[in-house]
């Protein structure tokens, strides 16, 4: 944490400690989101995240975003290799 109040900054830290010896991987996260379509792969990935859970990240934001991250990429190849497939029927 860095909020500017090193009192609460180090009960959070704490309290993330304590979270992750018992086990809670949510404490502190890296999150990997991957996308196949047709042989095609894609990813997009979150570093340095606190949740409650893994409900709680599937409802925030972020999980919303790297989907469509992920979707975009997939299109643009997508795109990318239908105008070449179209360049070399030219």
């Known amino acids: 944490m860095a909020s500017g109040d090193e009192a609460y ?10 979270r992750l010896e018992d086990g809670d991987v949510w404490a ?7 996308g196949r379509w047709n042989g095609m792969v894609e990813w ?3 570093g340095c995240c606190s949740y409650e859970s893994r409900e709680a990240f599937l409802q ?3 999980w919303a975003d790297m989907k469509l991250v992920i979707a ?3 299109a643009e190849e997508f795109e990318r290799i239908g105008k070449k497939y179209l ?3 030219e």
């Open 44 to 46: 997009d990935s979150l």
């Open 28 to 34: 502190w996260a890296s999150v990997r989101a991957e």
């Open 72 to 74: 975009q990429r997939i």
């Open 60 to 62: 925030d934001g972020y």
């Open 87 to 89: 360049e070399i029927q």
């Open 9 to 18: 900054d180090r009960q959070v830290e704490n309290e993330i400690i304590r």
